[in-house]
């Protein structure tokens, strides 16, 4: 099944070669922990568990994406034109574009193609009821002060919720503002990258909607950021709302299906390792908590399992190889998080086990994707095999009517001199053969 929907996807790569770069990635060695493990695990599960932003961009921007919705990424690496005319490049964490698929693929007959909103509310449906400091990103203005927030509000277009493109940022540090800094470079650049267009003396650079994942916060770490530009006595904000891990406990995770937030749940651990570590019966409490994630996981893989769908992408559940994926990289994340603390770090990884990146659960999946493109690429030559003797056959038949010397059929064609034969007694030709059969 993973062969048949890659080949959907990549129909314009040869088979072939698909299949020999799957055969090198799978003969890499498996990663180990380094300095960048939180974004490698962050921009793996993104890439590797793509459906599993669309629940979070739900949470952050208030939007209703069905589980349905199409997720693609754009190029994460930007050149920064400077004043001195150097240029500087930036490597930005996740950006991609969210687009609810036509009506007649996503849902069943009856059902609206736009889901509506689970239980439970959004960071920007609680600002927009006053509930958190976080803000809806919604079109503002107001003509007394000149100021004019920056959004997209929810619509629909074509009967679906339109494209909407989103840049998420991973950061380990607690905001010092700088961040804010880099998500204008970064947003301005891949508006200028991405979907920029000039025409008849104007520039319209569309700005993607930025949020920021805090691994770790304080109490100057804020839930909404802004970055305000002025221009021609106005002022221009764009909200930039903040994913606190701290905010999170593992039944908000589960309840709204913020997954690809749960290899970063051992930061709420954090202060505590020192605890944990000389403490077996608190350490046995957090094993506890780790057990629950493995059982609830397996639950889910479960249900998608009995469902019979082989792509979790397409229903928003959670299968086996999305489970490993998130167990790896919490793997991951535990090795660096806990590089100190031995015994927290076996805690969690004889619970979450398995390989990390290049992980187990990614080369279990290229070696079935390897075994299906095999078979594929083998009923492809066969078909096509099948379909030259087919053509070939022809060919011999309306030059046996024409009373094409025997030898030169076999020339042509390759069939040898009993094939030649018993296609012309079928069509009742006699031969004359005066070429020898090479």
Known sequence: RYGTNLMKKKQSKDTSQLLQQLKQRVALPLDEPDSAAYDDAWRTEANDASHLLIPLVNEAFGEHYSRNAIVTFAPNEHLLNRQDGETALRITDTSFSIEEAPAD??????????????????????AAAGESPAEKSLIKEDPGSGR??????????????????????CESSPSNGKILVRIFEY??????????????????????????IFLRSNRNTRNSMEIAIEMDGRTLVSKVPAIKISDYSLEDIFEKELYILLPFFLFNYERRFEELEHNKE???ELKRVYRDIGARLDALAMECAEAGD???????????????????MANKVAGKLAAHYPNVRKGVRSIMGGK?????????????????????????????????????????????????????????????????????????????????VQ
């Open 105 to 126: 693929e996503e849902t069943p007959a009856g059902e609206s193609p736009v889901e509506e909103a689970p239980a439970g509310e959004s960071l920007a449906e609680e």
């Open 187 to 212: 947003i301005a650049q891949i508006g200028l990258d991405q979907e920029s267009g000039l025409e008849d003396g104007r520039l319209t650079v569309r700005i993607p909607r930025a949020a920021v």
């Open 282 to 284: 608190q350490l046995e």
């Open 148 to 169: 004019q927030d920056i959004g997209t509000p929810d619509y629909l277009e074509h009967g679906r919720q339109s494209k909407k493109h989103f840049l998420m940022e």
């Open 310 to 328: 082989a792509h979790a992408g397409r229903n928003g559940l959670v299968d086996e190889f999305t489970k490993r994926t998130l167990m790896d």
């Open 356 to 436: 990390i990146l290049n992980y187990e659960a990614k080369r279990i999946r290229d070696e079935a994707m390897i075994e299906a493109l095999e078979g594929a690429l083998e009923r492809e030559n066969a078909a096509t095999k099948a379909a030259t003797a087919s053509t070939l056959a022809s060919v011999a038949e309306r030059m046996i009517l024409l009373h094409t010397d025997g030898g030169t059929i076999s020339e042509v064609t390759g069939f040898d001199h009993d094939e030649i034969e018993a296609m012309a007694r079928k069509l009742e030709v006699n031969l004359v053969w005066t070429k020898p």
